[in-house]
């Protein structure tokens, strides 16, 4: 078993927030340097090449892993160092996962109050403000995965699918989700499911989309599960069900307000094993990790996290 190394294993995704991740890198290296924190770097060259360097690092006894990109940048690393406990019986509380902060969306930092400005990032970082958050276990048609800020099933799983689409062709910048976006509200269709929390059916019908967080914030800032908290043992989940569009409508103000537990529309709850079935791909942080059916669970474990003003 090797030693436990005391340096800070860094993982820069050069590909994220379009193309400006070096320049910010520079700026953190400059810091941490300054502040006499200890780390080693690693780039990656192609798609979950994140997690595997991740994977990698924690069998060489790094216990501290610094993921630089974005929200996909996270998910990969995340994955790394949980596949890494799950095969080796190590417990996840012996990590950290910190996160600069240079992608386009940036929805997990928002739950944990890190703010988007890498030299006070760092500065977080050197002064071990850390807390912990819950492990959330995955499992598709594909196998098992982890989430660490939310996923989501039908129209937020067909936005994502398109945006990475775009991003596989070289396309880059705010404009792809934009186009993404308006493109998935024309062409979505309503899948029937299925969703049972606890043992108990929720929900049985159509609908046209289906989240589920342990974060609060996705798609650059809306709430589908503005009451989650990354440490308290449960996930959060909401459906649109299938409605007469003008009525939809009038929810999405609750989507950003914070307000979509109070819709009578929209359902919402939370529980520690949710199950769900039907046909349709799904999402976790911005990534296709499957299709259903679905199996999440809480599994009752935590690792440490960087957090800012909570």
Known sequence: MPSIKPDWYCIVNPHAGS????????????????????????????????????????????????????????????????RFCAEQGTAPEEFTLSVIPIGSGNDWIKSL?????????????????????????????????????????????????????LKDSGKRGRT??????LYTIFHTQSFATRLVADGKVVFEGEAYSVAFGNGRYSGGGMRQVPLSEIDDGLLDYMVVPKAPLSRILTQLPRLYNGTVNESGLLLSGRCRVLEMTGENIVEMDGEIVGSLPLRISMTGRQLGVLVGNL
């Open 176 to 181: 792809i989700y934009l186009g993404a976006l």
């Open 19 to 82: 193309g400006k991740t070096m320049s910010e890198w520079a700026v953190a290296e400059k810091r941490l340097t300054s502040l006499s924190v200890p780390y080693k770097t690693s780039l990656t060259n192609y798609k979950f090449h994140a997690e595997k360097l991740a994977f990698e690092a924690a069998s060489h006894g790094y216990r501290k892993i610094l993921a630089v990109g974005g929200d996909g940048s996270v998910h990969e690393v995340l994955n790394g160092i949980l």
């Open 113 to 165: 109050g890190v703010p988007h400005d890498t030299a006070a990032v760092v500065d977080l970082l050197a002064a071990g403000a850390f807390a912990r958050q819950d492990v959330v276990r995955v499992e598709t048609s594909r196998g098992i995965s982890y989430m660490a800020n939310i996923g989501g099933v039908g129209f937020d799983s067909h936005v994502c699918d398109r945006v990475n689409a």
